[in-house]
């Protein structure tokens, strides 16, 4: 699969495998929203991957989730792919 210049939105990105998924893609030339809780972890990734961008959300929450899709549209562009791995 190609993935060059494809939006991918990663949930639960500031740390483990979202974080790990998000470098990945990242590498495989993806412009990557990242999305987690930890805005300050959210950064620190963010600063490391060259085109990417986050939000802060809790996705456990209707107001986490409500415009999270148009909003990572808004920075990178219509997306391509959703990784759901919060929680």
């Known amino acids: 699969m190609d993935l060059n210049d ?3 939105l990663v949930t639960g990105a ?5 974080a790990v998924l998000a ?3 990242t590498d495989a ?3 990557t929203t990242l999305v987690a809780r930890s805005e300050e972890d959210l950064r620190g990734l963010s ?6 961008a ?9 107001e ?7 909003c990572a549209e808004e920075k ?7 990784v759901n791995n919060a929680g």
């Open 76 to 82: 990178q562009g219509p997306l391509d792919v959703l």
């Open 23 to 25: 470098e990945r893609f």
């Open 6 to 8: 494809a939006h991918v």
């Open 54 to 62: 986050w939000l802060s959300a809790d996705l456990a929450e209707r």
């Open 47 to 52: 600063g490391r991957l060259a085109g990417s």
């Open 64 to 70: 986490g989730r409500d415009g999270l899709i148009a």
């Open 29 to 31: 030339g993806a412009r």
């Open 14 to 18: 500031s740390r483990g495998v979202g």
